[in-house]
């Protein structure tokens, strides 16, 4: 199994550009997350998609934020317009059932630095 | 409000000693704990999870108790190695059903 793919791995830009994370979840898994990190945070989830719903979006941090998962096998974290505060590890992650504490599987990250 | 407290300060221990890092938390109940490894550059990986009614939970030089009267579980690793340096994540599922992270702590194990 390849595991959750994300891309990019790296990403810099400047302040105010729209930045667009992807990720590939793991095959056959029907719950898909996106978490920040950060020294400072720790890992934060953002939102939790199950059966390609998004159930909880709470950790969103603002309007600037969104997220989509128009299949099974793609989501996509938008970051529109960037700011500074926004630089951290992005991760996506996938895990079988509902998401409900069961074993997460993550992706290698995205390392975003808006500048 | 929920907190997953972990020490923030790097253990550093010396090879072949045992580790022992520390996880507590305040107002969950939890019905299970789990363990994760994250090294430099990488994404977390699951390592241990261990449910509310075991005590204990042990996978090779691994180990894991749960005292939910103490609101504490505790993460060995024996006879430990320099490979085993790493960032270690509690997570416990949160009120909203979710599985929520500590800051972690980071290991180093010096030869």
């Known amino acids: 199994d390849a595991g959750v793919i994300q891309s990019p791995r790296h990403e810099v830009t400047e302040m105010g550009q729209e930045v667009t994370l992807r990720c590939k979840p793991i095959?056959?898994?029907?719950?898909l997350f996106w978490y920040r990190q950060t020294m400072m945070r720790g890992l934060e989830l953002l939102i939790y998609?199950?059966?390609?719903?998004?159930?909880?979006d709470s950790g969103m941090p603002e309007d600037r934020f969104s997220a989509k998962m128009p299949n099974a096998s793609f989501s996509t974290l938008k970051i529109q317009p960037s700011e500074p505060r926004d630089s951290a590890v992005y991760f996506c992650a996938s895990s079988l059932g509902d998401g409900s504490g069961n074993t997460i599987y993550f992706g290698e990250g995205s390392w975003l630095t808006v500048v | 409000s929920q907190k997953i407290e972990q020490n923030s300060e790097a253990l550093n221990i010396q090879e072949g000693k045992t580790a022992t890092l520390t996880c507590n938390y305040t107002?969950?109940?939890?019905?299970?704990l789990q363990w994760y490894r994250q090294d430099p550059g990488r994404g977390p990986v699951f390592l241990l999870l261990?449910?509310?009614?075991?005590k204990e939970k042990r996978k090779e030089r691994l180990k894991v108790t749960f005292d939910t009267t103490l609101k504490q579980s505790l993460f060995h690793i024996t006879a430990s190695q320099p490979a085993d340096s790493a960032t270690y994540l509690c997570?416990?599922?949160?009120?909203?059903?979710?599985?929520?992270f500590g800051g972690g702590t980071r290991l180093m194990v010096k030869p």
């Open positions: 107002n969950y109940s939890p019905a299970y």
């Open positions: 997570a416990l599922v949160n009120a909203g059903n979710m599985l929520t």
């Open positions: 998609f199950n059966n390609n719903v998004p159930i909880d």
């Open positions: 095959s056959g898994h029907n719950s």
């Open positions: 261990i449910r509310e009614n075991e």
